[in-house]
C-alpha cells in the first residue's frame, strides 16, 4: 500500500481556480473610500454584499454611510449601489471622537453593518450603528431589496453597563449566524473610548435574538481585557457540528494569535479563552464559516513572522497575504489554505452558496499603499480544496 502524504501548499494547489471581481470602487460614486465588507448568501441564493462608503480619508468616525449591491445570478451581474442606512431626527457625534479630534461636530458616522440570512423564513436581518454609540435593527422581507425602517436596539447595550461602563459600541462586522435552534446572533464589541482611536480599552460579547429580530438580549462578556487577552475587539463566529458557537476573536496580545472562546448557547458559560497557535493575528478583522458538519473555513491576513518574536517590528505584522484556512474537525487543527491576494489586503468576510461556492468578500489595498486606503472591494469565489 502506498502511502502519500501531502503537505499544505499541495493542498492549496488542489483547490479549483480563484475567481475575482471588483464590487465597489474607491473614489466612484461620491466616496473616497469603500471599507469593512460583508456578505450573505439568501435562502433563495441571492448574493448581499455590504459595506461603509466613506466619503473622507478622515477613518472610522468620519463622513460614512452604508451601502449594499445584489447578486441574483451567483455573482455575474450586480445590482446599482443603493444606500440603506438612515436615522431620522437630530444627530450628535460621540464625544469620545471629539474629544480626540478624530472627527468634524457636523460628520454622520453610520458604522459597522452586520446581515444574518434567515435560512428558515428568507429574512434578511440587519444592524448597523450611528455614531459608535447607537445601534439599530431593520430587516428585508424581499430578499435584500427594500429594508424596514429601523428600530433601534441601544437598550440591549445599556444592559451591559453593570458590567462594562462602554462608551464605543459596535455590532460585528460581517455577518452574524443563525443557530440550528433558530436563535439569531451577532458578535459584539464595547470599548471605554479611552485609548487610541476611542476604540480601546475593549470586550466582547454576543446580542441575540429568539423572536425573529423583534427583541434582542445581551449574552454574557466572553473575552475581557486583560494583561494576557488585550484589547479584545471585532469578533467573528460559528456554530459548530456539536452546537456549541464558537467566537474568533482579534486582539492585541502579544501572543499575536487569534483568540478563541465557545459556549454551548452563544450567551453565556463562555470556555476560558485561548490562542490558537495556527492561526496569525496581524490586529486586523478576519472571518469565521462553518460549511456543515465538522467543516470550518477562517480568512484573515496570514502574515507574521511565525514565531512571534518578530511580530511588533513593523512590516511583519503588516495587512498582507489574505489567506483563507480550512479545518475538518471544529477548528481544532488547519490543513490547507489559499492565499487569495499576497499584497496589501485587510478586512474580510466568508459566505457560502447553495451550489457548494465558497464567497470572500475582501479589502484589496492599493497599489504602493497600504490596506487603510483600500483600493477595492473583491469578491473572490472558489470550493473547498480537492483531496482535503
Not at 453593518?113 to 448597523?128: E, Q
Not at 513593523?314 to 475538518?328: C, H, M, Y
Amino acid at each position: 500500500m502506498k502511502v502519500i502524504f501531502l503537505s499544505l501548499l499541495a493542498l492549496a494547489l488542489m483547490a479549483e481556480p480563484v475567481k475575482k471581481q471588483e464590487i465597489f470602487q474607491s473614489g466612484t460614486n461620491g466616496y473616497a473610500l469603500f471599507r469593512i465588507p460583508g456578505i450573505v448568501v439568501s435562502k433563495k441564493g441571492t448574493l448581499l454584499a455590504y459595506a461603509e462608503a466613506r466619503k473622507s480619508m478622515r477613518g472610522d468616525w468620519g463622513p460614512i454611510d452604508v451601502v449594499l449591491r445584489r447578486s441574483t445570478d451567483k455573482g455575474a451581474t450586480w445590482s446599482p449601489m443603493k444606500t440603506i442606512a438612515r436615522v431620522e431626527g437630530p444627530k450628535s457625534k460621540n464625544p469620545v471622537a471629539l474629544a480626540q479630534n478624530l472627527a468634524n461636530p457636523s460628520d454622520v458616522t453610520y458604522n459597522n453593518p452586520v446581515a444574518i440570512a434567515d435560512r428558515k423564513t428568507g429574512t434578511i436581518h440587519f444592524l448597523f450603528c450611528l455614531e459608535y454609540m447607537r445601534a439599530f435593527y431593520m430587516r428585508s422581507d424581499d430578499d435584500g431589496e427594500n429594508f424596514s425602517k429601523p428600530v433601534e436596539i441601544t437598550s440591549t447595550f445599556e444592559a451591559f453597563r453593570p458590567d462594562y461602563a462602554w462608551k464605543v459600541l459596535a455590532t460585528g462586522p460581517g455577518h452574524g449566524i443563525q443557530l440550528r435552534n433558530g436563535r439569531l446572533l451577532v458578535p459584539v464589541w464595547l470599548s471605554l473610548g479611552t485609548g487610541g482611536h476611542a476604540h480601546r480599552p475593549s470586550v466582547t460579547s454576543t446580542i441575540v435574538s429568539d423572536d425573529n429580530g423583534k427583541s434582542w438580549k445581551r449574552g454574557a462578556i466572553a473575552v475581557p481585557d486583560t494583561p494576557e487577552f488585550v484589547f479584545p475587539n471585532e469578533t467573528t463566529a460559528a456554530q459548530l457540528s456539536d452546537g456549541r458557537v464558537m467566537l474568533n476573536v482579534r486582539s492585541e496580545s502579544t501572543a499575536h494569535r487569534r483568540l478563541i472562546v465557545t459556549s454551548p448557547d452563544g450567551t453565556g458559560n463562555w470556555s476560558q479563552p485561548r490562542f490558537d497557535s495556527a492561526l496569525l493575528e496581524p490586529i486586523c478583522f478576519g472571518s469565521l464559516l462553518s460549511l456543515g458538519g465538522k467543516r470550518l473555513a477562517f480568512a484573515n491576513p496570514d502574515n507574521l513572522d511565525k514565531t512571534g518574536g518578530a511580530a511588533v517590528a513593523g512590516k511583519s505584522r503588516d495587512r498582507k497575504n489574505l489567506t483563507v484556512q480550512f479545518s475538518q474537525d471544529n477548528g481544532q487543527t488547519w490543513k490547507a489554505k489559499i492565499v487569495i491576494e499576497q499584497g496589501w489586503s485587510g478586512y474580510s468576510d466568508l459566505a457560502y452558496g447553495k451550489d457548494q461556492t465558497i464567497y470572500l468578500f475582501y479589502e484589496d489595498g492599493a497599489q504602493g499603499g497600504n490596506a487603510y486606503q483600500t483600493a477595492s472591494l473583491q469578491l473572490a469565489q472558489f470550493t473547498w480544496p480537492k483531496g482535503l
